[in-house]
């Protein structure tokens, strides 16, 4: 959740030639200290990877979910397969799709974010008001697993960690789920617009959303700042339509959707309004400690492209702990 609202990744499929800072400030009233904040944000990319394009967005939430279905966020490290995750992308299995995702990786690695009172603690459920310095991983290692053999899986697949601050923010429960389905077949500004709606509609209380357009555009999703309110109105209404078209939001007349605030010339407000289909309340993404059964790595096995659990039965458990008591009455 914390990255939902911060344009960690470009809207193009590549950096423009010697760009790896992007800056970001937004203005926000802290219901705790009962009045306004600056909240600022500078993403670094990497001097050779540079920051992470379009597509380290889609591989960024391939990554949450292969996190999820591995160990539903109880630990930063994560075991997982290239050919599945290529699947979860719904990119081809070819050499191509495997060069894409590790210049994905390299950018997401080599990538660090200087949030300015702009990190939420979720335990607490302020914003801290401190300066502080955050990388996306930790590390990601790739295994040749066409030999795997007889050893155990975490001899052969890849893996990553998370970075340490981030994981503190997931293993505090601060997660949504998303329909992966919808944002894996979504374009790069359709895809942030999705991310930042589902985060922010709440229903059935919260169905409609209105941002100042320059502030949404340039802030929140990361368009460039050399967008007038024309090309804005231009570009995001290609987005809006094709939300439209799979029913998330609800299709507005232009007229209704994009109003000229009274009195300031230039100045826009954008509204959205969430489809019927979606005003149906969604549960959290559940990753606290105490959601799942938690498994240590010897209780899981890696068959046929996806985790196993493997744990005693219930029959054998009950024998186990008779000869236990057994043992320490003796």
Not at 194 to 210: E, S, W
Not at 212 to 238: F, P, V
Not at 255 to 265: H, L, P, S, T, Y
């Amino acid at each position: 959740m914390n990255l939902v609202e911060l344009p960690v990744f470009l809207l193009s499929s590549r950096a423009p030639a010697g760009l790896n800072v992007l800056e970001f400030e937004v203005e926000d009233f802290d219901r705790n200290l009962k009045q306004v904040v600056r909240r600022q944000v500078t993403v670094t990319g990497s001097a050779k990877y540079g920051i992470p394009a379009a597509a380290a967005e889609k591989v960024w939430l391939a990554l949450l979910h292969h996190t999820r279905a591995y160990n539903n966020f109880s630990d930063p490290q994560v075991f997982f397969s290239r050919g599945e995750m290529l699947k979860t992308l719904k990119w081809p299995n070819k050499d191509s799709s495997y060069h894409r995702l590790t210049r994905c990786l390299d950018q997401l690695a080599g990538v660090r974010l200087k949030c300015v009172n702009y990190w939420r603690d979720n335990r607490t459920k302020e914003y801290r008001r401190v300066t502080e310095n955050i990388a996306i991983l930790d590390y990601y290692r790739f295994r040749d697993s066409r030999k795997k053999g007889d050893r155990d899986f975490r001899e052969y697949l890849s893996e990553f960690r998370w970075g340490s601050v981030l994981f503190e923010s997931f293993d505090s429960g601060y997660l949504k789920r998303l329909d992966l389905n919808i944002a894996m077949r979504l374009k790069p500004l359709s895809l942030r617009l999705y991310r930042l709606l589902d985060k922010n509609f709440n229903p059935p209380m919260r169905t409609t959303l209105k941002y100042d357009l320059r502030t949404l555009a340039y802030e929140r999703l990361g368009m460039s700042r050399s967008y007038d309110a024309a090309q804005i109105r231009r570009n995001l209404s290609k987005a809006i339509n094709e939300l439209a078209e799979i029913k998330y939001l609800e299709p507005m007349e232009e007229a209704e959707q994009f109003v000229k605030k009274e009195g300031c010339r230039g100045l826009w407000d954008v509204t959205f309004k969430l489809g019927q289909a979606h005003r149906q309340p969604k549960r959290t993404a559940g990753a606290g400690k105490g959601s799942v059964r938690q498994l240590r790595p010897e209780h899981r096995v890696y068959r046929n492209g996806r985790f196993e659990d493997v744990v005693p039965t219930a029959s054998r458990v009950f024998e186990t702990s008779k000869a236990l008591r057994r043992f320490t009455q003796r």
